[in-house]
């Protein structure tokens, strides 16, 4: 396999993953926007349709253009309080009772702790 | 006036109150099922078992609407056996997400391309329910 080649299949596999997380990204961001669950469905079906459309682009430089074009949007369309799970950092339980570490306990011996004696 | 009417009011409202024979024991609160307890920290306090892991991924993705669910086991690949490509692999990690109340980082949500590997990464997550 050439240098070329190499570097080709580089290039295109970068792009992917790039393509992926932004689809994963603004699909999240879609649910942000949606109030309700039947407005997401249309919603993620238009955020769907506008990658497809794009699907059976092949120049290299064209494909970054429009990966460029869709993080510009999806930054420029972020929600502001988006959802985020109970437990993960900035959400509502976050932090909220953690287990206590390993190795402490609580010993219940009211007025005969030894310092008394 | 007000302060002689109260007691004059107030005897003639009381209501009798009778005391409970201490003969009769009390009705005994029945112990909890060990399943109903909670503990008080809000966390891994529920642990799924593998089998939920895998009887709910598998639902998930039977439920998907581009999938075979006759093709659907444990071991199948979303886009060598299922014929998916690679958004709509995707779709089934946040509906995953979504089942599991789960909030994966991109980075490791986009290697997950398969049953297995979802299920391996749901089942070893602490904060999956």
């Known amino acids: ?117 | 006036m007000a302060a002689a009417l109260r007691p004059a009011i107030l005897r003639h409202i009381r209501i009798p109150v009778q005391t409970l024979g201490r003969s009769r024991p009390l009705p005994c609160l029945h112990p909890l099922p060990t399943s109903m307890i909670r503990s008080m920290s809000s966390h891994g306090d529920d642990h799924l078992t593998r089998e939920e892991v895998v009887e709910r991924v598998l639902d998930v993705v039977k439920s998907f609407p581009k999938v075979d669910p006759s093709k659907v086991n444990p071991d199948v690949h979303f886009q060598k056996d299922l014929g998916l490509d690679s958004l709509d692999t995707v779709e089934i990690v946040m509906a995953l997400e979504e089942e599991f109340k789960l909030e994966i980082p991109d980075k490791e949500a986009d290697k997950i391309d398969s049953c297995s590997l979802a299920i391996e990464y749901i089942s070893n997550h602490p904060m999956a329910v």
């Open chain 1, 1 to 117: 396999m050439s240098v070329s080649t190499a570097s080709y299949l580089a290039r295109r596999a970068a792009q992917k993953e790039r393509v992926r997380i932004l689809y994963r990204r603004a699909l999240r961001d879609t649910l942000n926007w949606a109030v309700h669950r039947h407005l997401f469905y249309q919603d993620a079906s238009d955020l769907r349709e506008k990658f497809e459309a794009n699907k059976h682009v092949e120049d290299l430089n064209t494909i970054d253009r429009l990966i460029d074009e869709g993080e510009a949007t999806y930054e420029k369309w972020q929600h502001p309080d988006p959802y985020i799970v109970p437990w993960a950092p900035g959400g509502s339980k976050f932090t909220r009772n953690p287990p206590p570490p390993s190795g402490i306990e609580i010993v219940y011996d009211y007025g005969k702790e030894d310092h008394l004696n």
